[in-house]
Nanobody, 118 residues
C-alpha cells in the first residue's frame, strides 16, 4: 500500500516557476515508479514525467520541452516536480501517481491545482 499527498500548486504568471511536492509513504518503494500527471478540464489525465524510485531513471513527455525536472529524495520519501517557464497551457490539476514496476498506476494523490495566467 502506497499513500501520496501532493502540495505546492498555485497561481503564477506565464514564465513563472512552481515546485510540486509529493509525500510518499509505503514499503518496498524501490519496486515502484513514481509519476506526475496532469488533467485539464475536458481532457484525459496525461503523464508529465516519471522517475524510477530504485535507480532514479527519468522520463518526460514531449510537451515538457526541457522546462520541468522530476526528482525523488529517498531520505525524505518525496517526489518533486520543478516547473519553469510555465505556459497558460500548463494549467491543470497535477497528480502524483505510483505504479509497481510493470504494473498500472494504482495509487494516486488528491491532486494540486496549477494555474498559469496573466
Amino acid at each position: 500500500q502506497v499513500q501520496l499527498v501532493e502540495s505546492g500548486g498555485g497561481s503564477v504568471q506565464p514564465g513563472g516557476s512552481l515546485r510540486l511536492s509529493c509525500a510518499v509513504s509505503g514499503s518496498g518503494l524501490d519496486q515502484y515508479v513514481m509519476g506526475w500527471f496532469r488533467q485539464a478540464p475536458g481532457n484525459e489525465r496525461d503523464v508529465v514525467a516519471r522517475v524510477y524510485w530504485g535507480d532514479g531513471d527519468t522520463y518526460y513527455a514531449d510537451f515538457v520541452g526541457g522546462r520541468f525536472t522530476i526528482s525523488r529524495d529517498i531520505g525524505k520519501n518525496a517526489v518533486y516536480l520543478e516547473m519553469n517557464n510555465l505556459k497558460p497551457e500548463d494549467t491543470a490539476i497535477y497528480y502524483c501517481g505510483a505504479a509497481r514496476l510493470g504494473g498500472r498506476y494504482d495509487y494516486w494523490g488528491q491532486g494540486t491545482q496549477v494555474t498559469v495566467s496573466s
